[in-house]
């Protein structure tokens, strides 16, 4: 096989296999948060690959936020949660049942394991309206959920930022209306 044929097919694997790791994600909604997941989910790799019982039996964790083995983007791609969120309809506030997710979801990041992990807070929404008020709705829902956790929580403000996606992250791009494309996803920022 001529090189240009090999770079051609081992680029084709990785955009596959990125395709595969965004289809691979998985959204909780919320009755299915809980603070381990969480943990799991966004502990730093370092200490997500591996971890101890209470007898001090050391045993392998598993990660809810999906990343494909074996790969560089894999390794270099933050630890991430996407929590269905609900708002009330065409606005930023929180329903009952998101603020009982935002309570676990803020149990775990003032758990040892996050205590010193910063975050970002990333609102998403549907294509279905305009693109530009798409965009300034998921800012406002990323921003009254990073409110949540400090005002409800303590969560320390330099730990929390937020930033409105848009419609531009789709995890079901062939159902505009899914509801997993209207969801927060939580990133711990590496560093």
Known sequence: MKLPSKIATLAFAALLAAGTAQAQEKVLREGQVTQQALIDALAPAAAASSAESADGTRTRSF???VRVAGTAAAAAAPARANILVTFVTNSADLTVGAKKALDVLAGAMKSDKLSTVKFTIEGHADPRGNEDANLKLSQARAE????????????????????????????????????ENRRVTIVANPG
């Open 63 to 65: 990660r809810p936020a």
């Open 144 to 179: 009254s959920v990073r409110e949540y956790l400090l005002a409800s929580h303590g969560v320390a403000a330099e730990r929390v930022t937020a930033v409105g996606k848009g419609s531009s992250a789709l995890m079901k791009p062939n159902e505009p209306a899914a509801a």
